[in-house]
């Protein structure tokens, strides 16, 4: 491991090459994030040495496999603070625990006339399960919006969230916006409405330490890919008396207890939810991303980006062609940047910016309703990880005057 958060870049090889003839500028991070040389051998030395299915088998490489996806099972309780290992469930990701939420809690849960409150800033895998919910069940979808600032506007929030209210589900920080919003303070409101809360972690878990039973939340989901390990494993937290009441979301091996001609038991969670072959080289590689971040520690994780936006941002807001989306102080600021340019359309700055090596996301990074609350179809985004540097930074900076010349035809 490097020997220090600042040259952490040299754990990951992708980041050690040239794009367009330029030194690559990773910026996507809140689409994925890279995986450090420790992830990658993990997820090698599981195919090449304790490849088997787990729980199932009594011989030695099913038994390694057991114990190693169990492990990561409990690094992920710790890392999250969670009070028991058996209120992790293993996912595909964020988007697949959400869906579990809302096809189990809300199907059990929400009728005809309740309400479920969410924000304007969601990513469609935040809004479109509870959008449907709502729709098959006959009740109201309510959005919090926003401040002029960018923020969440708490006091319509305390408008919006009411006796009627059964689920409050919102991102702990926004994948646009940058914004981290005040989860523990939502769900202080929920609860006292007699709601549950769901939070969307994908952007927080990352970047921030978390302690879900500090935030009070009742479920919490999020994805590993954006914590540097691979793609198709995620983690859903819930508290277990609630899971323990809920159905299970999909049938068939390693969820049962007991199978008979006419009737079914189901297994104690975390398995009731875990049905067939999980990814457990996946979970196991998760266990291993954890290690990583664990012994650099979340604080200084924070500390990083945070110096990096507080660079890099008050720079951006002084280019008076571009328009920075989200709170303008860095300190109310993650490490994701949406901006547009003057005149020109995100995916023809994005191109642009990866002709200089710069690799960031243009769209409406599945977050439609948020693009129209914000008067655009689309936006540029950078977003930061502990591996980025201020090089990176003045990259992108570099790279955005650069292409402004371009397009002006040599002038700025």
């Avoid at 890392?79 to 189990?104: P, R, S």
């Avoid at 202080?188 to 935030?215: C, F, N, R, T, Y």
């Avoid at 479920?219 to 691979?230: E, Q």
């Amino acid at each position: 491991m490097a020997n220090s958060i600042n040259d952490s870049y040299q754990d990951f090889p992708i980041l050690d090459q040239k794009v367009n003839g330029e030194r690559l500028a990773y910026l996507d991070n809140a689409a994925t994030a890279q995986k450090p040389q420790q992830v990658i051998d993990s997820l090698v030395h599981f195919y090449e040495h304790d490849n088997a299915n787990v729980h199932r088998g009594v011989h030695t490489l099913a038994e390694r496999a057991t114990e190693q996806y169990e492990a990561a099972r409990t690094k992920v309780q710790h890392f999250i603070n969670a009070k028991n290992h058996n209120e992790i469930i293993f996912t595909k990701g964020c988007t697949d625990g959400l869906n579990l939420v809302a096809a189990t809690y809300g199907e059990q849960n929400i009728h005809e006339g309740d309400e479920i409150v969410i924000t304007i800033m969601e990513h469609h895998s935040n809004l479109i399960p509870w959008q449907q919910l709502a729709i098959k069940k006959h009740a109201t979808l309510k959005y919090i919006e926003l401040t002029p600032e960018g923020t969440l506007d708490m006091e319509d929030a305390k408008r919006k969230i009411t006796d009627r209210t059964k689920i409050v589900s919102v991102a702990h920080a926004s994948n646009v916006l940058g914004t981290v919003n005040p989860l523990k303070e939502l769900a202080k409101i929920a609860h006292e409405h007699g709601a549950v809360i769901v939070g969307d972690g994908a952007q927080s878990v990352p970047h921030m330490p978390v302690d879900v039973q500090d935030l009070d939340v009742d479920f919490y989901a999020f994805s590993g890919h954006k914590m540097m390990s691979p793609t198709g494993i995620g983690v859903l937290y819930g508290k277990a008396d609630l899971l323990r009441a809920m159905p299970p979301y999909q049938y068939g091996g390693e969820m049962i207890n007991t199978v008979h001609r006419d009737e079914t038991t189901f297994a104690d969670i975390p398995f009731k939810f875990e049905a067939g072959t999980q990814n457990i080289a996946g979970a196991i590689a998760l266990g291993t991303a954890v290690d990583y971040l664990e012994e650099i520690g979340m604080e200084n994780v924070e500390k990083k980006e945070q110096e990096i936006v507080d660079y890099v941002l008050p720079k951006l807001e002084a280019l008076p062609y571009i328009t920075v989306y989200g709170p303008q102080d860095p300190a109310q600021h993650t490490g994701v940047i949406a901006f547009n340019m003057d005149n020109l359309h995100p995916h023809d700055v994005a191109t642009a910016l990866d002709a200089e090596g710069v690799a960031v996301r243009a769209g409406h990074h599945c977050a439609q309703p948020l693009m129209e609350a914000l008067g655009v179809s689309a936006t540029t985004r950078a977003s930061f990880y502990f591996y980025n540097s201020k090089k990176d930074a003045d990259q992108l900076i570099n790279a955005i005057k650069a292409t402004k010349e371009f397009f002006n035809g040599g002038t700025i």
